[in-house]
């Protein structure tokens, strides 16, 4: 019994484990791909630049901002692939690159 218990325990510990880098290697292609796609109006930190959203007359939200971080992955993707209000589309994020876009912005927690 204690040696199903352990194997147990460790598939489980492996499983997590993996799913924590898959996750990470994620992140790190959504930053990648987020520099190149969206640090222009974003900032590089998530911040928006004003002086665009002053030009364009609109709010733009930080995306650290907790209404921001409280979206769900499929909401943000949605924004990068078919944009909102005066966003546009980002046509170059498609796929797994808007999964990774939007997993990284879920990193920028405040």
């Known amino acids: 019994m204690k040696k199903i218990s352990g194997i147990l325990i460790c598939t489980v510990l492996g499983v997590v484990f993996s799913v924590a880098m898959a996750l990470a290697q994620d992140v790190k292609k959504g930053e990648a791909v987020y520099k190149k796609a969206c640090k222009g109006c974003h900032g590089a930190d998530g911040t928006p630049k004003a002086s665009l959203a002053k030009t364009l007359k609109i709010d733009m939200k930080d995306l650290k901002d907790p209404a921001v971080q409280a979206m769900s992955d499929a909401d943000i993707k949605k924004w990068v692939t ?7 589309a980002v046509k170059s994020v498609k796929g797994s690159a808007a999964d990774d876009v939007a997993a990284y912005v879920k990193s920028m927690k405040k």
């Open 82 to 88: 078919d944009g909102q209000g005066k966003m546009k």
